[in-house]
């Protein structure tokens, strides 16, 4: 059974930057494109970033272009969502997962969920 694990995440003033990493067992990530998804309280899941399984192709909501960018590293069947700059709309539970596509239904595995919280 696929499983997507999560590390990162934090509590972090406005300006500062994180590194989410998703990792899987079994090796999934490295053939299939991954996105990453938040969700903040109240609100539905949106797509954040996604990245093609090469890696060659990235996509950004506009909210985070030139500050966040998604990362793979197939050797270790891990993918990374580095977030700089970071700002307290930003804040919520971030997913990573295995799909294609902008909508959560365009995806089959998810990782567990990892909580950003940054404070202005």
């Known amino acids: 059974q696929v499983q997507l694990v999560q590390s990162g995440g934090g509590l972090v003033q406005a300006g500062a930057s994180l590194r989410l990493s998703c990792a899987a067992s079994g090796r999934i990530l490295n053939s299939h494109a991954v996105g990453w998804f938040r969700q903040a309280p109240g609100k539905a899941r949106e797509f954040v970033a996604g990245?093609?399984?090469?890696?060659?192709?990235?996509f950004y909501t506009n909210s985070v272009k030139d500050r966040f960018t998604v990362l793979r590293d197939n050797a270790k069947d891990t993918v990374y969502l580095q977030m700089n700059s970071l700002k307290p709309e930003d804040t919520g539970v971030y997913y990573c997962?295995?799909?294609?596509?902008?909508?959560?239904?365009?995806?089959?595995?998810w990782g567990q969920g990892t909580q950003v919280t940054v404070s202005s």
């Open positions: 990245i093609a399984w090469s890696g060659l192709n990235t």
């Open positions: 997962a295995v799909g294609r596509g902008s909508r959560p239904d365009g995806y089959d595995y």
